[in-house]
């Protein structure tokens, strides 16, 4: 069945059981040193109880340091066990010189509890021990008894201080698994972050964006509607009052196209079928087939291509802008100049209408600030978002114009609407 243990803990675990293995050959290798040298000892007349008690007493203070050592890592608690384990060894082998087997432990238990410098120094008193053990028993040695153990104690220290590094090396994989686990972890919460970030950011500008096109489009038909109704309740003329209605029906089937297209983020009706001027043209004929304003357009007729983004920008400028001139202007004439200046494309919208005070919204309508008409202001912040911009020069009785203004580089490509199928 595989394993349903996360990858990054295998490698930790495996490495938990070599060390755990290695531990396990130390102390067999112990007992089995100290079975040979209780087994040679007895075997060279030793009194049996002496033997066990020396056997038994070694046996269960190097049981109580595995113990210990599995529940805490102090190394100077440590220390003192293994001194305290070799004079044990030390009154075995005054027993018997057969004890000199566990030598070979000692050794081993010296590279793994002690410093390198103390290490050294113990492993040097236990090989003397070693060394002179024959001597003081038999009064002879030979070169076997001299090269075996000097032979056996470097290779022991040698491996334990190799199994020293093992284990460094394991704690730092361990550390750096961990520390790799933690920052991936960092990162998958950065990411979520970002995205939730990300998608916040996009609804802003979702609203945004619906926000002006309801106001340029569905708010201005409604306003307009709200023109007309008022108009045909006051007249008596049935002819006004039927035209009225037919103008107001025309409203509300424009305003439910936009609303829709508006839902689908697609764009506006007006430039479906037709370039930017087309659409001007026909704004300006419903402006004054309904108000009675004097409407014109001068268009140039080598406009490069603008792009959609340009286009809905300059539509929606020119319908808040008509809009304002319906609804507040008073005016009796209104001119409208679409314009090629080079390398960019403007749009101005000249009123001579009752006008404003232009200098107070400038200050109060600028970027970043909460004053100013909201239709202005909506106007000069889709203009920015395409690198462009927005002029207005008004005074109190002296008319309003507008000058819209967008880089011909930011224009992306038309897109297509319809096709051959």
Do not use: K
């Not at 040193?33 to 000892?41: E, F, H």
């Not at 002879?140 to 470097?154: E, F, L």
């Not at 009225?244 to 609303?259: M, P």
């Not at 409208?336 to 232009?358: E, H, K």
């Amino acid at each position: 069945m595989p394993s349903t243990e996360p990858s990054h803990r295998q490698p930790a675990r495996r490495w938990a059981s070599l060390v755990g293995s290695i531990r396990i050959g130390q102390a067999v290798i112990t007992v089995v040193l100290l079975v040979i040298g209780a087994l040679r000892a007895a075997a060279d007349g030793i009194p049996l109880p002496w033997v066990l008690a020396l056997s038994l007493v070694f046996l269960g203070w190097y049981s109580g340091g595995l113990l210990l050592s599995g529940r805490t890592a102090d190394r100077r608690l440590a220390t003192w066990w293994l001194l305290g384990l070799t004079l044990i060894w030390l009154g075995a082998v005054a027993v018997s010189p057969e004890f000199v087997w566990l030598a070979f432990p000692l050794w081993l238990l010296a590279g793994f509890v002690m410093r390198m410098r103390w290490a050294l120094l113990l492993s040097a008193a236990v090989l003397a021990v070693v060394l002179a053990a024959p001597l003081l028993h038999t009064g002879t040695t030979s070169y076997a008894n001299v090269i075996g153990p000097v032979v056996g104690g470097v290779f022991a220290v040698g491996i334990s201080r190799g199994y020293l590094e093992l284990v460094r090396d394991g704690r730092e994989r361990r550390r750096l698994i961990a520390s790799l686990v933690a920052t991936q972890e960092e990162m998958a919460a950065l990411q979520d972050e970002l995205a939730r970030t990300q998608r916040e950011s996009g609804a802003s500008a979702e609203r945004t964006r619906v926000s002006r096109d309801i106001h340029d489009t569905v708010a201005q038909s409604v306003s307009s509607i709200g023109m007309l109704a008022r108009s045909a309740l006051e007249t008596d003329d049935q002819a006004q009052s039927t035209r009225a209605l037919t103008q107001i029906g025309a409203l509300a089937a424009e305003g439910l196209a936009d609303a829709r297209r508006i839902v689908d983020a697609l764009m506006p009706a007006e430039l479906e079928s037709s370039a930017l001027g087309d659409a001007l043209a026909r704004m300006l004929e419903r402006l004054a087939e309904e108000t009675g304003i004097t409407a014109t357009l001068h268009a140039d007729d080598d406009l490069p291509s603008l792009g959609l983004d340009v286009e809905v920008a300059l539509l929606r400028t020119a319908q808040s802008a008509l809009a304002n001139v319906r609804s507040h202007a008073a005016a009796t004439r209104v001119v409208v100049t679409l314009a090629d200046a080079g390398d960019a494309v403007r749009l101005d919208i000249v009123d001579d209408g009752v006008g404003f005070d232009a200098t107070r919204w400038d200050a109060q309508g600028g970027p970043g600030s909460t004053g100013g008409g909201y239709g202005l202001r909506s106007m000069r912040a889709r203009l920015r978002e395409l690198g462009g911009g927005l002029d207005v020069e008004s005074a109190q009785g002296d008319g309003t114009a507008l000058s819209a203004h967008v880089p011909l580089r930011g224009a992306a490509p038309r897109r297509q609407v319809g096709g051959d199928g």
